[in-house]
């Protein structure tokens, strides 16, 4: 097609970024399953509806902006992980992606483990009755006060980060009477994002302890002479919104490299190896994420195929998908409020809500879909930025998306695929308030995490 071509009219296809839709989805009423959560569907009046509540009474009863998460998707896909890795293989989901009570309680039943990296979270997955022995404790600096809670709590792991807390835990569980099961998160120089991955000699990271030089050898030596410690294995998280394994492959390669020389120095195998998190979902329809059972079966062939050529033991691998699991599940509900259209470049279309409540948009340039969702439009395309009402300009929601030229104030608009990293990064930038949690299933709608209350706000300013 050539430019001039372009259906939202030429003077929009010179602003258009490279790579980018190079025409608008030939019909914008459709939902992209890829991008929706699975229960969500347009309803035969038009409105969109997820677990069977349409979007209009959704926004009634508890107000927009507000996240919107499909209960029945995310225990399916946390099942679909815990399925796919089998008996043999942990799946630990990130809390930091999104982590509230009800959220435990899901994974807790689904059979999933959770992996915390703050005092906060670890309150939060023991709060809900995720059993101790069922979580892991990360982090490249806690304070000696969350790892004394951690292991007086008895968690299934601390995976260490530095040679100082190597020697912190181990003095801290020593001080209760305890021996810490611990991995080391090494660095093993892959750098992986999305379509491609570097593999280099170094990583220059504040996160782990680097193969390189030996440092990763020292640690483990260090580690094993430690009575408060139980080594149970090595940790690698080579990245985030990853679509490949080649990244994983280099990565186990030389963790897997590391198990033999520490095989070959001490004469023990460690048991374990934690290859992370990463997976990556579709947030447009360009993406195409692959199914857990492929990812798994992938990683457990290369671990395997690894350790069969450095004649170890397979080690139990563990995984730790954060967004692959909630991050479909969940969509921001917004009002348009305000409409801008600027003559020859692109109409702005301004919600309730910003980059308090997803700032993944201004922080890593991150993609977004977006659907107009109270009723449907047979009105042109028109090239849009969605936008928040935040004091900065960078506070954009969706860079580059089409919607209908007659949306209105009003109208409901849906961002899909932010249950990960949406909530649990949201601040309160201009004293703007968090927006609830809602799961929706089978016709009921719960809040799971309320909205924010200027009571809230005024509660923490003591005066
Ligand atoms: C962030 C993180 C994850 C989860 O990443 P996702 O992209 O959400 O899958 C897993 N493990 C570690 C150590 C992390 O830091």
């Known amino acids: 097609m050539s430019r001039s071509a372009h259906p939202a009219g030429p003077r929009h296809a010179d602003v258009l970024p490279e790579g980018h839709y190079s025409a608008p989805p030939a019909d914008l009423n459709t939902l992209d399953p890829k991008v929706w959560a699975q229960t969500v569907d347009r309803g035969a009046d038009g409105v969109v509806r997820v677990g069977g509540v349409d979007v209009k009474a959704l926004a009634e009863e508890f107000g927009t902006p507000a996240y919107f998460l499909d209960e029945a998707d995310f225990r399916a896909r946390a099942r679909a992980w815990r399925t796919a890795f089998g008996q043999d293989a942990d799946v630990f989901y990130a809390g930091k992606a999104f982590l509230s009570r009800a959220v435990v309680r899901w994974l807790h039943e689904e059979g999933l483990n959770l992996d915390v990296c703050s005092g ?38 601390i995976v260490l980060d530095s040679f100082q807390e190597i020697v912190r835990v181990a003095h801290i569980a020593q001080e209760l009477g305890k021996r810490q099961r611990v991995q080391i998160r090494v660095t093993v120089g892959v750098e992986a994002h999305t379509h491609e991955f570097i593999a280099t000699a170094h990583e220059d990271q504040k996160f782990g302890i680097p193969l390189a030089g030996g440092q990763a050898a020292e640690a483990v030596r260090r580690a ?78 290369i671990v395997t195929r690894e350790c069969e050529g450095a004649r170890l033991r397979t080690p139990r691998i563990s995984v730790e998908p954060g967004r692959a699991i909630v991050g479909p599940t969940a969509f921001t509900l917004y009002e348009v409020g305000t409409i801008k259209p600027l003559d020859g470049l692109r109409t702005y279309v301004s919600v309730d809500g910003g980059m308090s409540d997803n700032i993944r948009t201004a922080l890593y340039d991150a993609e977004y879909s977006v659907a107009l969702v109270s009723r449907t439009s047979d009105a042109e395309p028109m090239l849009a930025r969605v936008v928040g009402k935040h004091c900065e300009s960078g506070d954009i929601v969706v860079k580059d998306a089409f919607l209908p030229a007659d949306l209105a104030p009003g109208d409901l608009i849906a961002v899909p695929a932010t249950g990960a990293y949406c909530r649990s990064m949201a601040s309160n930038y201009n004293h703007v308030l968090r927006p609830p949690v809602v799961a929706v299933k089978d016709g009921d709608a719960r809040v799971i995490v309320r909205r924010e209350t200027e009571e809230d706000l005024l509660r923490l300013d003591v005066g």
């Open 120 to 157: 906060g979270e670890l309150a939060t997955a023991l709060s809900a009755g995720m059993p101790a022995d069922r979580i892991a404790f990360h982090g490249n600096n806690k304070s000696t006060e969350e790892i004394h809670r951690a292991v007086e709590a008895g968690v299934g792991r």
């Open 224 to 301: 094993l002479k430690l009575d408060g410690l139980e080594l149970i294995g090595i940790h690698s998280h080579i990245g985030s919104q990853i679509f490949d394994t080649s990244g994983f492959e280099v990565a186990a390669h030389r963790v897997v490299g590391l198990l033999k020389d520490i095989r070959d120095e001490h004469g023990v195998e460690l048991p374990e190896i934690d290859l992370g998190g990463g997976l990556g979902i579709a947030y447009t329809s360009a993406d195409d994420p692959r199914e857990p059972h492929e990812i798994a079966k992938a990683l457990t062939e």
